[in-house]
């Protein structure tokens, strides 16, 4: 049995764990946007996102990654230096190199805009 939010009771029933991926960030282009065919002929644009932390020190580099039609368009609109605003969903990407398997970590991009002047 599980009880659920109102208190009551469902038999044969499992409880489901709530699970979100949303990723907000703001920051700076580094770099200019980079596009890629894949061996799968998927077009694919990459750029390199810079966000200060609270209260100054080091800052975060983070890699995006565009696959939609509307996302690489205005990605490739971007260069070094731009502010913008990104939403996506964190996901781990796997590799091979000469050194063995490997792995990194990079945003997919579900929306990205420029950032309005003063933000």
């Known amino acids: ?3 659920t939010s109102k208190g009551t009771t469902k038999r ?8 979100v991926n949303r990723v907000e960030l703001a920051g700076r282009v580094s770099g200019d946007p980079q ?6 002929r998927d077009v694919l644009v990459t ?19 565009c696959w939609s ?11 070094d230096g731009d502010r913008v ?4 969903a ?3 990407r796997f590799f091979r190199t000469p050194g063995g398997a490997a792995s990194r970590y990079e945003v997919e991009v579900s929306t990205l805009r ?3 002047r003063g933000n």
């Open 12 to 19: 044969g029933t499992a409880p489901v764990e709530a699970t």
């Open 85 to 88: 605003e990104v939403t996506g």
């Open 47 to 65: 750029l390199r996102l810079v966000v200060a932390r609270s209260g100054g020190g080091p800052v975060d580099t983070i890699d995006l990654a």
């Open 35 to 40: 596009e890629r065919t894949l061996p799968s």
């Open 69 to 79: 039609a509307s996302t690489r368009r205005t990605a490739l609109r971007l260069g």
């Open 114 to 116: 420029r950032a309005r």
């Open 1 to 3: 049995m599980v009880t």
């Open 90 to 92: 964190l996901r781990r």
